[in-house]
């Protein structure tokens, strides 16, 4: 199975900041990568997939990057709405995979 | 719009078995795929199987052996069952709908405890 790791575990920030969250996959899965987020007690929201395809109604704040091993989602400017779980997901290749996540919370 | 709706039994005895019910309901089982996928409290996602728009299924090798999934697509509904389960299947359940093998629609999920 491919193995994602998510770094940093947590992440604190002040609105306004600019933020990098990282992904990285055990083996290159290409431009397979896509990033959801999840607020407390609700489900996740898919907000980039392949990468750098932004979902449509994503605020243009949230950015991804990255091929093969390393992926990278930005925040540029961080809102109070932003604060909670990303995940990064793999779909390269069976069993489909997530990453531990990256907790985004209030400084 | 594009909704997904899951309904389960919330609790269930340690080695019986799980039936969950996903209602779609703003497009169809007959040209998109669903997923199912769990959250164990507190952790992360994992991904349990799909079942395809013509009838195919992928599982989680992991948990093939105790996993099936079907549908109905007259009835709008998608069926995920699962056999033996043990304290560490508790967990929120959640179908979503395919996007090239990403999930862009989801669920509200239903919690299930597997506890005597």
């Known amino acids: 199975d491919i193995v994602l790791t998510q770094s940093p575990g947590t992440l604190s920030v002040t609105p306004g900041d600019r933020v990098s969250l990282s992904c990285r996959a055990s083996q290159s899965i290409s431009n397979y990568l896509h990033w959801y987020q999840q607020k407390s007690h609700e489900s996740p929201r898919l907000l980039i997939k392949?990468?750098?395809q932004s979902m449509s109604g994503i605020p243009s704040r949230f950015s991804g990057s990255g091929s093969g091993t390393d992926f990278t989602l930005n925040i540029n400017s961080v809102e109070t709405e932003d604060f909670g779980m990303y995940f990064c997901?793999?779909?390269?290749?069976?069993?489909?995979?997530f990453g531990a996540g990256t907790k985004l919370e209030l400084k | 719009q594009v909704q997904l709706k899951e309904s389960g039994p919330g609790l269930v005895a340690p080695s019986q078995s799980l039936s969950i019910t996903c209602t779609v309901s703003?497009?169809?089982?007959?040209?998109?795929?669903v997923h199912w996928l769990r959250q164990p409290p507190g952790k992360g996602l994992e991904w349990l199987g799909v079942?395809?728009?013509?009838?195919?299924?992928n599982y989680n090798s992991a948990l093939m052996s105790r996993l099936s999934i079907s549908k109905d697509n007259s009835k709008t509904q998608v069926f995920l069952k699962m056999n033996s389960l043990q304290t560490d299947d508790t967990a929120m359940y959640y179908c979503a709908r395919d996007s090239v093998n990403a999930f862009d629609y989801w669920g509200q999920g239903t919690t299930l405890t597997v506890s005597s």
């Open positions: 079942i395809w728009a013509g009838g195919n299924t």
């Open positions: 392949y990468a750098s």
């Open positions: 703003g497009f169809s089982l007959a040209s998109y795929g």
């Open positions: 997901q793999q779909s390269n290749s069976w069993p489909l995979t």
